[in-house]
């Protein structure tokens, strides 16, 4: 459904952020894409979302195809209009419009307002937390309502696919899991697919059914998750676990020896 | 007292016509976050347009109103084509400087077409008084008090309850998350100055009701700005309440005062207005508070 092939992304004319970057998401699928800070993760979604325009960045090689259409060109307010929303990092809202405001916001590009109520409705009834709060002013909600106001508004574009950036940042270990209880609901109940960025890779792992890892702008490993759950070096790089699969001891951090298999 | 009740309620409807200004420059920066310094211009152009068929044409006042605020909402949409579309996406600042060359390259067009000449239009309000008590009130200053009061209640409904209007508010905020939802915000910014070229009119034929246009009425926007800064710049009631307020202040300071200093007062009131409102209140009378978590 969508496809990256090859791309590469300079930000400012002269930062190489991308080198290459090729990635899938099958229709209704849930996608994790790993990696550390500065990997390119992010970039790689807003190129999807066409956000990288308002920040001096630009595709500049390979292509980006959603449902067999080139996209890569087009402004995010088209992006939306196709059905991919990005749920941006740091969940900003408009702060000073309350709950309800923000939630209705989402559906700027629909037009059917008796479904736009019912959508809201559906909308609550996955976060009942805000239903609660509906005409409180959102800027006064704490982080974890922010995330599902967030999602909330994104649903309300009715997306064919959520590009989720670092959706459990910041959140107690409860909320995390709340939050990808509601992912893998929403997944489930409207076959919506995921492409979920994370750094808190044991998560993404349990959640999604494919994942990448990123590393300096490139894909450096792929594959199936509970495949990559078992591979060694996500073991002792994203879950923390030595190879004999306990915890690792922070006493043997200096003898740490073992480099990345895939940095020649 | 009745000579202060008197003074108070002509500037009352002085003050509306302030309002009228600043409901523009209240209208561009609550969907946009752009102070306008051209507004004034707006206005003067919005006057200045009218007069030509009213006044100089000599077409009947509904016939002269729709050409007025044609050619004055092309001028709002020309400015945010050729000016502010290029700058969305850049800093706020340079939108604001984009204004004030704005602001210059109308007013030298003002200038140039008028020199030093006046151009007073024919009344077209009704004449008279209306008697309250002891007090009297002309009627024409009534009508404009009253399109006052109608035009802040509609662009209250619109922010409010429209979609567009809801586009405006979520736009000021945060550009880049308006366009990641979805909203067109270049269409926002030609909808913002082609719905304040129309506001502008109607404050430049209210206030052409009451003055000459000459060269200076384009510095009724400073005006408005002060009244749109006090109000708290995204608040359409704090503009209407600051604007009568400035009005009564002028009008009864010059009234008392003037005689004592020997005239002046009504210029330097609203400066001194708005130096202590921004001491006391940084974010204006009625402007929405910052909301920062701790």
Known sequence: ?264 | MLEFLQQAITGLMIGSLYSLVAAGIVLVYKSTHVVSLAHGQLVAFGALFFWFFFGSFGWPLWASLIPAFILTAAIGLLIERLALRPLIGQPLFAAFLMTFAVFITLEGIFVLYLKGETRALPAFLPEGNIALGGLSVPVNQMVSFLVAVLLFIALSLVFKFTKVGLGMRATAEDHRLAQGTGITVRKIFSYVWVLSGLVATVAGIAIAGVMDIYYMLPYIGINGLIVAICGGLDSLSGAFVVGLLLGVVENVGAGYLDPLVGGGVKDVVSYIVLLMVLLVRPYGLFGLTRIERI
Do not use: C
């Open chain 1, 1 to 264: 459904m969508l496809r990256l092939n090859n791309i590469e992304v300079i930000y400012s004319d002269v930062i190489l952020v991308l080198k290459g970057v090729s990635l899938d998401v099958t229709e209704g699928a849930i996608v994790a894409l790993l990696g550390g800070n500065g990997a390119g993760k992010s970039t790689t979604l807003k190129g999807i979302s066409g956000l990288l325009h308002t920040e001096l960045g630009e595709v500049t090689d390979g292509n980006i195809q959603f449902e067999g259409v080139r996209i890569e060109r087009k402004s995010p307010e088209e992006i939306v209009r196709m059905g991919i929303v990005q749920i941006m990092e740091g969940r900003p809202l408009f702060e000073q419009l309350t709950v309800d405001e923000n939630i209705k916001v989402g559906a700027y590009t629909r037009s059917d307002s008796g479904a736009i109520k019912a959508d809201a409705e559906s909308v609550y009834a996955y976060f009942p937390t805000l239903a609660r709060m509906r005409n409180r002013i959102s800027g006064y909600l704490s982080g974890g309502e922010r995330q599902m106001l967030v999602m909330g508004r994104g649903l309300m574009a009715r997306p064919k696919i959520m590009l989720l950036d670092e959706p459990s940042l910041g959140l107690s270990p409860a909320l995390v899991k709340e939050i990808f209880r509601i992912i893998k609901l929403i997944n489930d109940d409207r076959k919506t697919s995921m492409l979920l960025v994370e750094q808190n890779a044991f998560v993404a792992l349990s959640i999604s059914e494919y994942a990448y890892v990123m590393e300096n702008g490139r894909i450096v490993l792929d594959g199936p998750s509970e495949k990559l759950r078992e591979n060694e070096d996500i073991k002792e790089f994203y879950l923390g676990l030595s190879q004999v699969g306990k915890r690792k001891s922070y006493r043997e951090v200096k003898h740490y020896k073992r480099r990345k298999r895939w940095l020649a």
